[in-house]
């Protein structure tokens, strides 16, 4: 039989009330009344894969939450099936029977009730510093993130700020904002209170001269702070060694114990100046009788300054060696040309200042001065032969002795040639024979000469082209002021402009050309001046008078009187011309 579409209506209509008496039936509910959204809330672990974990909160499905929130730090799951955990309802959904949970938000909201409690009774909480952020640290409180600032992280100033990251320490909770979800810590609360405490045991028991422990505390470029157990004493640079030192770095880091003496303490002021090198002798006692003048001592470099080094000649002794006492031979521009720092040196003591706790040392003292030798073995006049080391465009550096150059001067090279750079002759290399022209030792200067190898020139011509003499020569350079005339190998005249022509000459370049040879008159001649003065015009003139007679002789039937000059200023405009 058909049963009606009415009659199929009732039936699944009473079908569906059953569905829901059954539903209600297996999920009760009263039973799901406690899962109030942001609350925490019992759970049983029912199942764990990969990705997440569901957990049974006896609500109408259970909750799924991503398996990250259960793992530790090395990754591994931290929960099994059937394990109970406190879970945090975030959001649920009666109508579709969904539920969303957190372990993490359950953990934090647990966390935040103990911190609040540490808070409540003024007590610590073990925290580790994570990362540096501005104005401070993040501080992992063992699943709270809190903030310490800068100003709260010690009782002075950290040099270092990225040395306490990772590591542990004891905080005080300053402020909770749990909707936030901050909190802010401090760590010099707690160090004040600690060293408030040690320093009044401290200040019954302290006193000047007393040799006590410390841990040093911070390192500055003056000195070093040292806890003293409540109270910070100064060890200042100049108290830590006998020896010099750059920087208190250089003996003592962050941590270090030492042992100390008391110098000097402010009982009012609460301040204590400590010594380190006071706990040993002064190495500088009767410094004349271990160290006397003349004497010789091996040393250390333990510093280069530009003006020298710095030889330590035992612990907390050390004498300065001036950069002009390093070398007998080189011009030094900066030790390290010589020395660095490390080097072992003998030095001969050349001064010593006990009162300014200051020896003068000399490197060069060690070897016999050279040039003391080379004055002996190279007097004045002597001739030598030694090698080009260096050319520059004054001279040419000739090597003598070790450490030891010669200086040839360009205007030495030749008597007669005009050199611009001594290249045009030389190259570095080339074995030369030079005069010892001078040896000053004080000055340490030794000049050579070439030419001096050979007579002066210039000394026999004035016996050889005395004023009044015709000479012969070649045109070798043309200048606005005259011509210069080589009237031997190395010898030149000066023809100047004004002796060049009667007529006025607006250059010599017009008249004349560079080869040429030419006829002039001597009329100046000077050895010690090295000049020889020539006139082209005098010598025309003196031409043109002895040609004048013959001239006019040779004229058909003109008077004397009459024409003489004109023939002459006739005669003297064609020689002009030629």
């Not at 039936?11 to 925490?40: K, M, N, R, T």
């Not at 049974?56 to 591994?76: C, H, R, W, Y």
């Not at 969904?98 to 073990?126: G, V, Y």
Request: net charge negative; hydrophobic share 35%.
């Amino acid at each position: 039989m058909v049963a009606t579409t009415e009659e199929m209506e009732n039936i699944l209509s009473a079908d569906e009330v059953s569905f829901e008496d059954a539903l209600e039936q297996y999920l009760p509910i009263a039973d799901c009344g406690d899962l109030g959204e942001g609350s925490i809330v019992p759970g049983e672990v029912v199942k764990v894969d990969e990705d997440n974990v569901l957990v049974d909160v006896n609500f109408k499905s259970e909750g799924q939450i991503p398996t990250s929130e259960f793992l530790d730090a090395d990754g591994t799951v931290t929960v099994s099936v059937g394990e109970k955990v406190d879970v945090y309802v975030v959001r649920k959904n009666e109508s579709e029977g969904t539920i969303i949970l957190s372990r993490e938000k359950a953990k934090r909201m647990q966390l935040f009730d103990t911190i609040e409690e540490i808070q409540e009774k003024n007590d610590t909480i073990k925290g580790r510093i994570i990362r540096r952020i501005k104005g401070g640290y993040t501080v992992d409180l063992g699943g709270i993130e809190a903030f310490l600032p800068g100003s709260h992280v010690d009782l002075r100033p950290v040099p270092d700020m990225d040395a306490l990251v990772d590591q542990e320490f004891d905080f005080r909770i300053l402020k909770i904002n749990r909707r936030r979800s901050n909190v802010i810590v401090s760590r010099r609360v707690l160090l004040e209170e600690e060293r408030e405490t040690k320093r009044q045991e401290l200040l019954g028991t302290l006193e000047e001269g007393q040799v006590l422990k410390g841990k040093v505390k911070n390192i500055t470029e003056y000195g070093v702070f040292v806890d003293l157990g409540g109270l910070d004493g100064l060890l200042h640079i100049t108290d830590m060694s006998w020896r010099r030192i750059k920087h208190p770095k250089e003996m003592v880091s962050l941590g270090d114990e030492l042992e100390l003496k008391v110098l000097n303490f402010d009982k009012d002021n609460q301040k204590v100046s400590l010594g380190m090198k006071q706990l040993v002798p002064d190495p500088w006692e009767s410094i004349e009788t271990k160290y006397p003048e003349g004497e010789r001592f091996n040393g250390r470099i333990t510093n280069l300054v530009d003006y020298g080094a710095f030889v330590e000649l035992e612990e907390g002794v050390e004498g300065l060696v001036h950069i002009s006492e390093m070398s007998w031979t080189r011009k030094l521009r900066h030790p390290s040309q010589m020395v660095h720092t490390g080097d072992e040196v003998d030095v001969v003591i050349l001064g010593v200042d006990p009162d300014k706790k200051r020896i003068s040392l000399g490197m060069k003292q060690v070897n016999p001065n050279p040039w003391d030798l080379v004055a002996e073995k190279y007097p004045e006049g002597t001739i030598l032969e030694g090698t080009i080391k260096n050319i520059t465009e004054f001279g040419m550096f000739i090597g003598i002795e070790d450490g030891i150059d010669g200086l040839i001067h360009v205007s030495d090279i030749s008597w007669t040639k005009k050199i611009r750079h001594p290249n045009e002759l030389y190259k570095v290399g080339d074995t030369v024979q030079a005069k010892v022209l001078t040896v000053d030792k004080d000055a340490e200067k030794f000049t050579l000469g070439v030419k001096q190898l050979a007579e002066d020139p210039w000394l026999m011509v004035p016996d050889r082209y005395p004023e009044g003499t015709i000479i012969e020569g070649t045109v070798t350079n043309i200048t606005d002021f005259g011509l210069f005339v080589e009237v031997e190998e190395g010898i030149e005249g000066l023809v100047h402009v004004s002796e060049i022509s009667r007529k006025k000459v607006k250059s010599p370049s017009e008249m004349f050309k560079e080869g040429v040879a030419i006829q002039a008159k001597v009329i100046h001649v000077s050895a010690d001046e090295r000049r020889l003065g020539l006139s082209i015009k005098q010598l025309k003139t003196e031409e043109d008078r002895k040609s004048a007679p013959k001239e006019f002789r040779s004229n058909t039937g003109e008077t004397a009187g009459t024409n003489l000059g004109d023939l002459l200023r006739a005669e003297f405009e064609d020689a002009d011309k030629k």
